[in-house]
């Protein structure tokens, strides 16, 4: 009996979709569970005010007639596999005409072949890893890559904090910090600058004290950590305990307030690279982080911030294509010149990676404060 | 002396069952549906029945059979509890995705459907000689243990397997494996879980299987009967990471993309959970639990999408509490110890 109700199950998946009206369908794939659900709600509010904001004006101009936008949010849980299903369906079932996302890169690999295939245009905000857009021309991204970021810290530590000796401990089981520290490693030693150190460990690792000690033999002036906020502050707490006096450098794996909540005291005086600032001098940023601070009670972080840029960066598009037509859409997105977005101006040269600016941020008294803007 | 027994050993004559002919035609039918299945939705018919969406499910349901029914084999027949099938997994995407990426042409280059038929057969047969072959090691390594320990030992075999490849640069590293060609279709899973299917249900019904049975049951006893242990044990855990392996290679000429990741214990414990919502040592077992577990995810991301978007994120909460009230109403899993008769050899076995 149990049996015959459950080969009912695949009939309440088609019932399940429900006929909507006239409107215009673009799909988010978004980790709302799993490790890094934070990201996943900073997406799903970004995409929420970008819905109420298109849709309050009547909705995006195609062609010669105004339609209402809905945005479907899907939980992919930071897994490729998931992701993958999530692509399908977006892409099969709800028939979207592009999608913002995957966050993390290794999901983004796995949705991208799916929407390639298919011909719909994707934007991810946050995906760095430059494999995501190689050889794609319908996967596109709203952030810098992770070379880029490594250059921005390389060049800032060189030219402004004219440090001469360097060096660098990560995460060698992350894609993500081993692609910064190794772009680091060769542009500060192009810049002039000399690696005295170049050290490794693995995930979760909670003791990091013989590798400081390695690195503090050789006294650097900075040390770049291009980890995630829930580590660095653990590592900058052992490696001042041991006596090291470098200034401490890291990537936009920095940027959440949990990391001066962890870290106290001894964060203030370090930099890092990210994407925007709520700071930083830019009319749609601050509007943008008006409205988001007014409704979420939060500072916007940076993956709110490339979450709004992708959903309108393809809403744009959609009505430079003036038809809801994917092919039509990504032809418009490649084209994208000078759109101001909240993370600064985005432009394709041609591929799916933009061409865009990056800020570094100083931690000052527990909080986040705009130093400079680094244009490559 | 014309009423002389026959030997116990002697092989029943190869005749026409009525559970080999329901076995056959099971899977005459599966093969009947997977074909117009596979060929209409490859040129689109039909789309708002039947999407690839749909399709990529039955895919992903038919891989996690192979992976679920194999480590029955070990936690069901064989009575132990493994924890390092991911590991086994993951050793067959890399060695299926390095071959058909470095070793063979792609499939562009051959005749268009042989092609890929020839390839599919090598990089699977790569993939599970080589993790036959990590599976066969481990069996060595871990043969004097039980119970708890060797759950540690298999659980940190994963581990080793998963950080090794996260060291090996050549084949991407943390950054996982990108670029492989999609060899794989719902057509080739469907064959393959039939093969797995059809491979162990005459295995579990032969000496081999009755041996496992014997050691789960009682080891002493088994070994006093002239069993040897070892060797048996390590004929499960090589044959049971063979068909992780193929699981492993499907899987990433799938999804053309794989990272260590993927496979660690937290794969490994999904293969777990739907193993035991399915039940031990039960092959029909091993396919409900897939299918009912596979359905109820999705289903839950339909209904609660569909008609009300804001309890999205409580799916992975109301999903295992479905589990937990099905383990705790049903302790045996949904089909523990019995068998559909088309997977049962004899009749009353």
Redesign the interface.
């Known amino acids: 009996m149990?049996?015959r109700t459950?080969a009912l199950?695949?009939l309440?998946?088609?019932a399940?979709?429900?006929p909507t009206a006239k409107e215009l369908k673009i799909g988010v794939s978004a980790p709302?569970?799993?490790s890094i659900?934070a990201t996943g709600q900073s997406a799903k509010n970004a995409i929420a005010l970008v819905q109420d904001e298109i849709n309050a004006g009547g909705g995006v101009q195609v062609g010669d007639k105004q339609v209402k936008v809905r945005f479907?949010?899907?939980?992919d849980?930071d897994?490729?596999?998931s992701t993958?299903?999530v692509f399908?369906?977006l892409?099969?079932?709800d028939k979207v005409l592009a999608i913002v996302g995957s966050y993390t890169?290794?999901c983004s690999?796995?949705g991208?072949?799916i929407a390639e295939?298919?011909g719909i245009p994707v934007v991810s905000p946050w995906s760095t890893?430059p494999?995501v857009t190689?050889?794609r021309k319908f996967i596109f991204r709203a952030c810098f890559i992770d070379p880029f970021q490594g250059r921005v810290v390389a060049q800032f530590a060189t030219s402004k904090l004219k440090a001469k000796t360097g060096a660098v401990l990560y995460d060698?089981?992350?894609?993500y910090n081993?692609?910064i520290a190794e772009v680091f490693r060769d542009e500060f030693t192009k810049m002039g600058g000399k690696i005295v150190g170049f050290e490794t460990y693995?995930t979760k690792d909670t003791d990091f004290s013989a590798q400081l000690t390695k690195i503090k033999g050789s006294n650097p002036e900075v040390l770049f950590l291009p980890n995630y906020f829930n580590e660095v502050p653990l590592q900058i707490q052992q490696a001042r305990k041991l006596g090291l006096t470098a200034v401490m450098l890291g990537g936009d794996g920095w940027d959440n307030p949990e990391l001066v909540k962890l870290g106290g005291k001894v964060m203030d005086g370090n930099y890092f690279s990210n994407h925007y600032s709520p700071d930083i001098d830019n009319p749609v940023a601050k509007g943008f982080i008006a409205k988001y601070k007014a409704r979420f009670g939060l500072v916007p972080d940076a993956a709110a911030a490339l979450t709004y840029d992708s959903a309108n960066l393809i809403l744009k598009a959609v009505a430079t294509a003036g038809k809801a037509d994917s092919k039509a859409i990504r032809d418009a997105l490649a084209a994208t010149v000078g759109f101001q977005g909240v993370t600064g101006n985005i432009t394709y040269g041609g591929g799916g990676d933009p061409v865009k600016g990056a800020v570094v941020i100083k931690v000052e008294d527990g909080k986040f404060v705009f130093d400079s803007a680094v244009n490559p | 002396m014309s009423t002389k027994p026959p030997p116990e050993h002697a092989a029943p004559p190869p005749e026409l069952t009525p559970s080999r002919v329901r076995f056959w035609m099971v899977c005459a039918l599966i093969l009947a549906l997977a074909l117009p299945l596979q060929l209409s939705v490859d040129a689109g018919l039909f789309p708002d029945v039947l999407n690839p969406y749909y399709l990529h499910l039955l895919t992903i349901i038919g891989m996690n059979i192979i992976l679920v029914a194999s480590l029955n084999l070990l936690n069901g027949y064989l009575g132990e509890f493994a924890l390092g099938h991911a590991g086994f997994m993951a050793v067959g995407a890399y060695t299926a995705a390095l071959l058909a990426t470095k070793a063979l042409p792609s499939a562009a280059a051959l005749p268009p459907v042989l092609g890929t038929c020839i390839i599919l057969v090598v990089t699977l047969g790569g993939a599970m000689l080589m993790a036959a072959g990590i599976g066969y090691l481990i069996g060595l390594v871990t043969f004097k243990t039980v119970g708890d320990y060797l759950a540690i030992i298999t659980l940190g075999f994963n581990m080793i397997i998963v950080n090794a490849i996260q060291n090996l640069d050549f084949v991407g590293g943390p950054r996982g494996f990108t670029g492989i060609p999609k060899n794989t279709n719902f057509l080739a899973v469907a064959v393959c879980a039939l093969l797995t299917l059809g491979l162990l249900r005459n295995l579990i019904q032969s000496s081999f299987g009755r041996v496992w049975v014997s050691i789960r049951e009682n080891a002493i006893a088994a070994e006093l009967m002239g069993v040897s242990i070892a060797k048996a044990k390590n004929w499960a855990f090589t044959i049971a990471a063979a068909f992780a392996g193929l699981a492993g290679g499907l899987w990433a000429q799938n999804q053309q993309f794989i990272t260590p990741r993927s496979f660690d214990y937290i794969k490994t414990t999904e293969i777990l959970v739907m193993l035991y919502l399915g039940g031990m040592a039960s092959l029909s077992g091993s396919i409900l639990g897939v299918v009912a577990y596979t359905l109820l995810m999705e289903l839950l991301r339909n209904l609660l999408s569909a008609f009300a978007p804001q309890l999205a994120e409580w799916r992975m909460l109301i999903s295992p509490l479905i589990l937990i009230i099905i383990m705790l109403t049903r302790q045996t899993g949904l089909l523990g110890n019995r068998e559909w008769r088309w997977l049962r050899p004899r009749q009353g076995a």
């Open positions: 149990k049996l459950l199950l695949p309440l998946v088609l399940g979709c429900k709302t569970t799993g659900s479907i949010l899907e939980d849980e897994k490729p596999e993958a299903t399908q369906k892409i099969n079932q890169s290794k690999n796995a991208a072949p295939a298919s890893n494999n190689k050889g060698v089981a992350s894609d081993k692609g693995n």
